[in-house]
């Protein structure tokens, strides 16, 4: 058997934490391995190799990726286990301490999984007893190398990542430590990919990134151009922009949005506070009148529109007067959901030089107000479309005769049908009230597009 046959008929068993980002690198890490000839393990085997892929965006996301290494290591005994990531990037020798890992691998190094696999099965025993625990992690400044992916996993829509990095270093957030500078491929790498998701089969991709409003850092393009050039490859027939900090959501952007073939009327735009003491103290590069006009932009050209919203609650200097403010703000904007974060003390950030600290209880209790908001304002978005024709992208169907999918302005529905082929459909649904779970809009359907 030749080194580059040594992983054919293995198996291997899979765990990602975080954001979509990571679930779409995993899958394109996975997609190589299974041109390596490995299988991907189902419930009940044990895997040769396990990969995990971290977070570390809070002590919990830390807590969560050991919990997982463990568990991986304790069910599937013998595999060789990498783990990378976020978590391994910033701390990798309390990663390699774990036992049962073989290897750390940080950000730079996901690349080279398949080959740092073929290496650990090419070992003796005894080999592997003197490199268990290594870690190989490149210091977040030398990280400059743009890793590619465009992957779809089990899912109906794909990730296509048009950027890594960060340049901004909020105050809270470790992610410029995790994961580099920001850095980006070509337009034409990035057409290519979505020409390639055409001939797979998929109808929709969610442009993916840690920043993706700042695409071109590396090449001299700009994201308008790129949003431009993917509206024109002839198959995709939807785009979502995963995340876009609201100072580099242009009106340019917002208007070309408005008017093109592809582009859904959904907008995921981070907050992270609505009170501007405190977008101050986390150095964020706008204030919530800035904020609020982009809103009000975007409601303005594409009323339909979803906008998902993150926000963090219990930052430190977030007094209660403050946090009174900022949930003041939020309340009046028309935004459709808050995503909730409850704020967790990083090593290393700006952030711990800031007095005053929330308490836990406070934490919680703020978190629960804010997600109260957030229920008020999603019920009264479906409410709005209940009555209403849309059309959704038909995900692959779980169970018989159930299935599930997203309408163009991001409703989730579920669909009742004795149809067997509706996945991977866009077909236009009249919408219904809620189901049992309020969990998604009752749909039937009316044609297929």
Same mark, same amino acid.
């Given at each position: 058997?030749?080194?580059?046959?040594?992983?054919?008929?293995?198996?291997?068993?899979?765990?990602?934490?975080?954001?979509?980002?990571?679930?779409?690198?995993?899958?394109?890490?996975?997609?190589?391995?299974?041109?390596?000839?490995?299988?991907?393990?189902?419930?009940?085997?044990?895997?040769?190799?396990?990969?995990?892929?971290?977070?570390?965006?809070?002590?919990?996301?830390?807590?969560?990726?050991?919990?997982?290494?463990? *568990?991986?290591?304790?069910?599937?005994?013998?595999?060789?286990?990498?783990?990378?990531?976020?978590?391994?990037?910033?701390?990798?020798?309390?990663?390699?301490?774990?036992?049962?890992?073989?290897?750390?691998?940080?950000?730079?190094?996901?690349?080279?999984?398949?080959?740092?696999?073929?290496?650990?099965?090419?070992?003796?025993?005894?080999? &592997?007893?003197?490199?268990?625990?290594?870690?190989?992690?490149? *210091?977040?400044?030398?990280?400059?190398?743009?890793?590619?992916?465009?992957?779809?996993?089990?899912?109906?829509?794909?990730?296509?990542?048009?950027?890594?990095?960060?340049?901004?270093?909020?105050?809270?957030?470790?992610?410029?430590?995790?994961?580099?500078?920001?850095?980006?491929?070509?337009?034409?790498?990035?057409?290519?990919?979505?020409?390639?998701?055409?001939?797979?089969?998929?109808?929709?991709?969610?442009?993916?990134?840690?920043?993706?409003?700042?695409?071109?850092?590396?090449?001299?393009?700009?994201?308008?151009?790129?949003?431009?050039?993917?509206?024109?490859?002839?198959?995709?027939?939807?785009?979502?922009?995963?995340?876009?900090?609201?100072?580099?959501?242009?009106?340019?952007?917002?208007?070309?949005?408005?008017?093109?073939?592809?582009?859904?009327?959904?907008?995921?735009?981070?907050?992270?506070?609505?009170?501007?003491?405190?977008?101050?103290?986390?150095?964020?590069?706008?204030?919530?009148?800035?904020?609020?006009?982009?809103?009000? &932009?975007? *409601?303005?050209?594409?009323?339909?529109?979803?906008?998902?919203?993150?926000?963090?609650?219990?930052?430190?200097?977030?007094?209660?007067?403050?946090?009174?403010?900022?949930?003041?703000?939020?309340?009046?904007?028309?935004?459709?959901?808050?995503?909730?974060?409850?704020?967790?003390?990083?090593?290393?950030?700006?952030?711990?030089?800031?007095?005053?600290?929330?308490?836990?209880?406070?934490?919680?209790?703020?978190?629960?107000?804010?997600?109260?908001?957030?229920?008020?304002?999603?019920?009264?978005?479906?409410?709005?479309?209940?009555?209403?024709?849309?059309?959704?992208?038909?995900?692959?169907?779980?169970?018989?005769?159930?299935?599930?999918?997203?309408?163009?302005?991001?409703?989730?529905?579920?669909?009742?049908?004795?149809?067997?082929?509706?996945?991977?459909?866009?077909?236009?649904?009249?919408?219904?009230?809620?189901?049992?779970?309020?969990?998604?809009?009752?749909?039937?359907?009316?044609?297929? *597009?």
């Amino acid at each position: 058997m030749t080194h580059n046959d040594i992983l054919r008929g293995k198996k291997a068993a899979y765990f990602t934490l975080g954001c979509k980002l990571n679930f779409a690198e995993t899958s394109s890490v996975g997609k190589q391995l299974k041109e390596a000839g490995v299988e991907t393990v189902r419930e009940g085997e044990v895997a040769d190799m396990c990969v995990v892929n971290t977070c570390s965006v809070t002590e919990v996301a830390d807590q969560k990726c050991r919990q997982a290494i463990h *568990k991986l290591v304790k069910h599937h005994p013998g595999a060789r286990v990498i783990v990378t990531g976020c978590y391994a990037q910033l701390k990798p020798e309390q990663v390699s301490a774990i036992e049962g890992v073989d290897l750390v691998l940080g950000n730079e190094q996901k690349g080279l999984i398949v080959e740092k696999l073929q290496t650990l099965f090419a070992m003796s025993d005894e080999e &592997r007893i003197h490199c268990c625990h290594s870690h190989e992690t490149v *210091k977040t400044a030398d990280i400059r190398t743009f890793v590619p992916s465009c992957s779809c996993g089990e899912r109906t829509r794909y990730f296509l990542k048009v950027q890594d990095g960060c340049d901004y270093y909020c105050t809270y957030c470790t992610i410029p430590y995790a994961r580099g500078r920001s850095r980006n491929g070509s337009i034409a790498s990035m057409v290519e990919q979505a020409r390639e998701v055409v001939r797979q089969g998929g109808k929709e991709i969610v442009i993916t990134g840690v920043n993706i409003g700042d695409f071109g850092r590396t090449t001299g393009e700009t994201f308008i151009d790129l949003i431009r050039a993917l509206d024109a490859v002839e198959g995709i027939e939807r785009y979502r922009i995963s995340s876009i900090e609201p100072n580099l959501l242009t009106d340019e952007v917002i208007e070309f949005c408005a008017q093109s073939r592809a582009f859904m009327p959904h907008f995921h735009i981070p907050l992270q506070s609505g009170s501007d003491e405190v977008l101050r103290l986390m150095k964020r590069r706008y204030d919530t009148a800035l904020f609020r006009s982009k809103v009000e &932009r975007v *409601k303005a050209l594409i009323p339909d529109a979803f906008i998902g919203v993150d926000t963090i609650v219990g930052t430190r200097g977030e007094t209660q007067e403050l946090f009174d403010e900022a949930q003041r703000f939020m309340e009046s904007i028309d935004v459709s959901q808050y995503h909730v974060f409850s704020y967790s003390e990083r090593a290393g950030t700006m952030a711990l030089r800031i007095p005053h600290t929330v308490s836990p209880q406070e934490k919680k209790e703020r978190s629960q107000q804010i997600l109260t908001l957030s229920d008020q304002k999603l019920n009264a978005f479906y409410q709005r479309y209940i009555g209403t024709t849309r059309p959704v992208l038909v995900e692959h169907s779980k169970k018989k005769g159930v299935y599930y999918g997203f309408t163009d302005n991001y409703i989730k529905v579920e669909i009742h049908t004795d149809d067997a082929n509706l996945d991977g459909q866009i077909v236009d649904v009249h919408l219904g009230q809620w189901n049992e779970q309020r969990s998604a809009l009752l749909a039937e359907v009316k044609r297929q *597009k």
